[in-house]
């Protein structure tokens, strides 16, 4: 029930906020940041409520929806270690969004708090499925509300950008339902627990297509390189309330969809694909660095930064160990907090300023000091300094892959340097030397509703550094059955290879 | 003993507290530019909590120093690996990082003070102290930690504070000392990357976890077994990061950059503390370094290489703090050098004494360039020992010490040094030989300092300069560092020296616990010593070599520049390579910098807008133009969809009959 709750409140929300008779755009916001307030407090209740060492899925919502031939669909809600993390994340992240929304969403602000709701409802659905077309039917839904979000209030080149976002996609998403019906028609059944079931007896030579296909599709939505250009544009062109979602929740989806049905589902697969999804990670992180560093626009910076930490996340998850899923799905959060903190606070900036152009800035330090002790916060979030939480993320990463590829982490960690180098080169750039432009001068300092947003947001970076034992300890039940499962596959191979070696030699 | 938590916890509660008054004080200000709010406060606490933390350690300290050689506090589980292993940080304070934590806090408090009023009348008072604080904090963490873990928290901590406070004046010299503090930040995350790789590579070869004392036991257990090479690897990526953060060659550059910064921090974190981190972390881990010997020969060399290398050039050095900088990357270099051979005791009592005179050169220098209205070139300054009687006698006392005048503390750390690398005969003699060098040119430069600054004549305008003695709070604790930097000798006399007083060798005895396992490796039992006879030829080399350098500096710079005119026209190739220091910073510039910048505009443009993303677009433009000449297709004439359904019927049926067949 809780679950149905947290995923339908929003639609709830929505509804009212569209069929309201009043035009005030304080009273819809309110009551848009009420909404989603009532969803983070339910998703802490869950979070507490989780037990990690379980790894079933728990508080599970079931019922029959419809029949498809033989095969029976369902409305099947549940959470367990993979997905508690991100629930809660998106959760506690809306009202925030919500309220800093106000800063830049002038025009049409009922249809965009509409939008930003029907996103929460379709996101929520996306962690909660447990039947592939109930998951199927909610990543199509998330998808909808982002391409007006992004087509009708971004920024200049925002047709273009939408465009690109929606046809990279659909195309991923077309790609992973041919998978979906594939596995479906395969396995005579909607359930992920079944399905993954089924696909465990199935040789490589299906599993494999399989896989391919839900990981071509999620690596797209991730996105993994080569598919990474969509996000630079989307990420740049989207209002503020649009980029901090985009880089807070929706690219985890596609790394949850990566571990959920790509790992999970089809272990043995995944293991026979691992390297070369590592070496992709580990790529992404150095080409994503370089990327970043060449940037003159903020939010393009930014935006490349992503490609770069969602490296770590894809390389930690193919690590197959238990430190670097662990810290992998850790990461999906931390960078939802330390990106998302980044975009809102330039968001602050560019509501002020109206330019992303780097050189427009500089000693902003001595202009606006609040605004430069949040940003260094979040960048140091960002760069992973033991004690805040990008570094706990990063390094189970790091040691997770080097039990797996000692050469891959080498490699790997090459992006704790250049990390450093992109994100203070942005700040020094923006906060420090001499102010260059008068009007600089006289900007604003961040307001008591940004300050809000902000703080509760660093404190959670810093909650996550200090204690990462708290949200670790809710994934122990999942990551260790899946470990055991992969460490099983691992196992038979290597068995299976010494009787193969054993025969040859009888021979 | 859950009080040692208290040692780093003191000086973060302080520095969180300087931080919310420099806030209020900003918010004062917007009311009223003038306002100083109550920043004045910062001082107060911020020397308070040292203070504070330095009691807690003199505690840990004295707890010590009888049977019991270490004290622990409970572990914090920090990060949960997997299903069995945890990341701990506990606090521990043992024979080593005890000493250390003295050396921390003790100078710290001295530099704290001396601050409070070097800092005077800065806007960002509170804001200073604050970082200087945290600063304390994240160093006492890296030396206290148990583990691996805990020390490189610590580890990037300082390095983190180091970057705030280079940058401390952002807005000055048009940006530079933040775009030194980056520097500082990247080059310390290179050695940082390395160390990450060392630590995992020991944790997964021992697999025993991250704690030093598992670690160490682990490492000694498979001393003289075959396969060692991993360990060994683990050992120099380990000392990679040491030297990113200790500034020894080649990740030596950020360092005399880093002298943007306030010179109380200089004298605090590029001098005294921070610097010696890479030294602690070796010292920490001497087991596993006495089983990799060719590791510890990589860092004899490195350490002798950057000694000379830094000595150098310090020669040309115009600037009074450029000098001190690279004369203390060259003191470190040193402190390696002990350390290849070894000489773990040499290294850390070269470490004490070395804090105290080098954080007093650099204390003295901030009361010069004080005096002088931020005036930094030597050139430019001359006989002031007249306007700044106190900050002149102790500098004296501190260029003593660093040259190596027979007797001070800095004479008997630098010999132990030496002696030890004498000791080890072969391919060490050059080592040594480079050593000696070194301690000729340190003599040098150290004098050519003292002469431009306090002697000749005044070379500034004096009508608009007027030197004056810094006030009794910055003089102090120069005067306590000039007591500590003549005395400090006593606690590690050699050995001839000893027997004639019947002194032992105070440190050698204090860190015997913790050295034990290395020199067990090394020596099957304690360290050697030389033979008395060589000892005592050597004492008085290095007394002879000292005296006739210094006084060569001395009376070579005594009249003002006429020496340093004489010298650049006999050797003006030479004084120009000195005066960039080898060129080693342009050649990054050049070969690294440069390349990375331009390769990723490239990656950036050619291969991802123009390359990528260029054929993504051009797909997307096909399609396009595709669905353009297809809609003639779809015309709306009804003779034309008849036709093409009927040539799509016959093919059709063509297929399905060449099927069937």
Redesign the interface.
């Given at each position: 029930m809780l679950l149905t709750v947290l995923t339908f409140l929003p639609l709830l929300g929505a509804m009212l906020v569209a069929g309201l008779p009043s035009r005030n755009e304080k009273v819809l916001r309110g009551i848009t940041v009420l909404v989603t307030a009532i969803v983070a407090v339910l998703g802490v209740v869950l979070y507490n409520g989780f037990d990690g060492a379980d790894p079933a899925a728990q508080y599970v919502a079931q019922a029959d929806w419809f029949q498809l031939g033989k095969i029976e669909v369902q409305y099947l809600l549940g959470v367990d270690g993979l997905s508690i993390l991100l629930v809660t994340l998106t959760a506690a992240l809306m009202p925030f969004v919500a309220a800093a929304s106000g800063g830049h969403i002038k025009q049409r602000t009922r249809e965009f708090l509409v939008w930003l709701l029907v996103m929460e409802t379709g996101m929520m659905g996306v962690f909660l499925s447990l039947d592939v077309m109930l998951f199927y039917f909610f990543w199509e839904v998330s998808l909808v509300p982002l391409y007006f979000i992004l087509g009708i209030w971004g920024a200049e080149k925002r047709i273009y950008a939408t465009l690109k976002f929606f046809l990279y996609t659909l195309s991923g998403s077309l790609l992973m339902l041919v998978a979906v019906i594939a596995a479906v028609y395969g396995a005579e059944s909607t359930s992920i627990v079944e399905m993954t079931a089924w696909a465990s007896e199935q040789p490589l030579s299906v599993t494999g297509w399989l896989f391919a296909g839900f990981a071509i599709a999620f690596a797209i939505k991730v996105p993994v390189f080569p598919f990474h250009t969509w996000l630079a544009d989307a990420h740049t062109q989207a209002p503020t309330a649009g980029s901090v979602i985009l880089a807070g929740v929706l690219l985890k989806m596609g790394t949850y969809g990566l571990l959920r049905f790509g790992i999970a589902m089809f272990p043995a697969a995944a293991i026979e694909a691992a390297p070369v999804f590592m070496l992709l990670g580990a790529f992404g992180i150095v080409y994503g660095a370089f990327l970043a560093m060449a940037q003159t626009d903020v939010k393009r910076l930014i935006a490349c930064s992503s490609v770069s930490h969602l490296g770590f996340v894809v390389m930690g998850m193919f690590a197959l160990t238990a430190a670097g899923v662990r810290g992998s799905v850790l990461q999906m959060v931390n960078h939802g907090l330390s990106t998302g903190l980044l975009f809102l606070l330039f968001g602050a900036l560019y509501e002020r300023r109206h330019s992303r152009s780097i050189d427009q800035y500089g000693g902003l330090a001595a202009c606006v000091p609040m605004f430069a002790f949040f940003w260094v916060f979040s960048m140091l979030a960002s760069v992973g300094l033991p004690g805040l939480n990008g570094f706990v993320g990063e390094w189970l990463i790091l040691l997770g892959t080097f039990q797996a590829s000692p050469w891959i982490a080498a490699i790997a960690v090459t992006g704790v340097i250049f990390g450093a180098v992109y994100l203070l080169m942005v700040t020094r750039k923006l906060l420090f030397g001499p102010v260059v432009h008068e009007e600089n001068r006289r900007l604003e300092d961040l307001k008591p509703i940004e300050l809000a947003v902000v703080i509760p947001l660093c404190a959670a970076c810093l909650w996550i550094g200090v204690a990462p034992g708290g949200p670790l300890g809710k994934m122990d039940g999942s990551v260790n059955e899946l470990i055991q499962t992969l460490d099983g596959l691992r196992e038979g191979d290597q068995s299976a290879q010494l009787n193969v070696e054993h025969e040859e030699r009888a021979r | 003993m859950n009080s040692l938590w208290l040692i780093p916890a003191l000086p973060f509660v302080g520095s969180v507290v300087c931080g919310i008054l420099h806030?209020l004080t900003?918010k004062a200000r917007k009311a009223n530019p003038e306002a100083h709010g109550p920043s004045a406060l910062a001082g107060f606490v911020a020397m308070g909590a040292i203070g504070a933390a330095c009691v807690f350690a003199l505690q840990a300290f004295f707890a010590i120093r009888g049977d019991t050689t270490s004290v622990v506090s409970d572990p914090w589980?920090?990060?949960?690996?997997?299903?069995t292993n945890t990341a701990n940080v506990a606090m521990l304070v043992d024979r080593l990082s005890g000493a250390m934590a003295l050396v921390v806090t003790g100078v710290g408090l001295l530099i704290h003070v001396y601050a409070s009023s070097y800092m005077k009348g800065d806007p960002g008072y509170a804001k200073f102290f604050a970082y200087l604080n945290l600063f304390v904090a994240m160093m006492l963490i890296l030396i206290l930690s148990s583990s691996l873990v805990g020390t490189?928290?610590g580890w990037?901590?300082v390095g983190?504070c180091s970057?705030l406070l280079i940058?401390f004046w952002?807005?000055k010299q048009?940006?530079w000392p933040?775009?030194a503090g980056?520097k500082a930040?990247?080059m310390n995350?290179?050695g940082?990357?390395s160390f990450?790789?060392g630590m995992?590579?020991l944790?997964?070869q021992l697999g025993v976890g991250f704690d030093y004392s598992a670690i160490n036991e682990a490492a000694a257990s498979r001393a003289g077994g075959a396969d060692n090479g991993m360990l060994a690897l683990a050992a120099l990526l380990l000392f990679g990061g040491a030297c990113g953060k200790s500034a020894q060659l080649p990740l030596s550059t950020w360092l005399p950059d880093a002298m943007a910064g306030p010179t109380p921090v200089s004298a605090l974190i590029h001098a005294a503390t921070m610097v010696t981190s890479g030294i602690y972390l070796v010292i920490r881990l001497n087991p596993l370094y006495a089983m990799a010997p060719d590791v510890m020969y990589v860092i004899a060399v490195v350490g002798a290489l950057t000694a000379f290398f830094a000595a150098s050039s310090a020669l040309v050095q115009r600037d009074l703090k450029g000098v001190l900088a690279y004369s203390t990357v060259s003191q470190l270099g040193y402190m390696f050098l002990a350390l290849g051979t070894g000489a773990w005791v040499a290294a850390l009592f070269h470490v004490i004494t070395h804090a105290f005179f080098k954080a007093l050169l650099f204390l003295g220098a901030g009361s010069v360039i004080h005096g002088m209205h931020e005036e930094q070139d030597m050139h430019k300054m001359g006989g002031l020992r007249r306007h700044m009687p106190r900050t002149f006698a102790t500098f004296i006392a501190g260029a003593a010490a660093l040259s190596g005048l027979p007797l001070l503390s800095g004479f008997f750390s630098k010999d132990e040094i030496l002696a030890q690398v004498f000791l080890q005969g072969g391919p060490m003699y050059l080592l040594w030989g480079l050593g000696v060098v070194t301690a000729m040119l340190t003599a040098f430069y150290t004098w050519r300092m003292v002469a431009l600054t306090f002697f000749g004549p005044e070379r500034f305008d004096v009508d608009r300069v007027h030197p004056h003695e810094s006030p009794p709070l910055m003089t102090v604790p120069l005067m306590i560092l000039a007591v500590l930097s003549v005395i400090g000798g006593v606690m590690g006399l050699p050995h001839v020296v000893g027997h004639l007083f019947h002194v032992p060798h105070y440190l050698h005895d204090w860190l015997e616990p913790v050295t034990r396992a290395g020199d067990q490796i090394l020596h099957r039992g304690p360290a050697p010593h030389l033979a008395d006879s060589t000892e005592w030829l050597l004492l008085g080399f290095a007394s002879l070599i000292a005296f006739a350098m210094a006084h060569r500096g001395f009376h070579t710079h005594k009249h003002g520049l006429i020496g340093e005119e004489t010298m650049q026209a006999k050797h003006p190739a030479a004084a120009g390579v000195l005066s960039k220091a080898w060129g080693l910073d342009e050649a990054y510039q050049k070969a690294i910098v440069a390349p990375?910048?331009l390769?990723?505009?490239f990656?950036?443009?050619v291969i991802?807008q123009l390359g990528?993303?260029g054929a993504?677009n051009a797909v997307?433009r096909s399609a396009q133009a595709a669905g353009t000449k297809l809609k003639r297709f779809s015309d709306g004439s009804i003779a034309g969809y008849g036709l093409w359904m009927g040539a799509g019927a016959a093919v059709l049926a063509l297929v399905l009959t060449w099927m069937g067949a």
């Open positions: - | 806030a900003l589980a920090w990060i949960p690996i997997d299903g490189f928290v990037e901590g983190l970057y940058g952002y807005d048009d940006g933040a775009v980056q930040f990247v995350r290179i940082d990357a990450l790789l995992f590579l944790f997964t990375f910048k390769l990723a505009v990656i950036a443009v991802d990528i993303d993504v997307g």
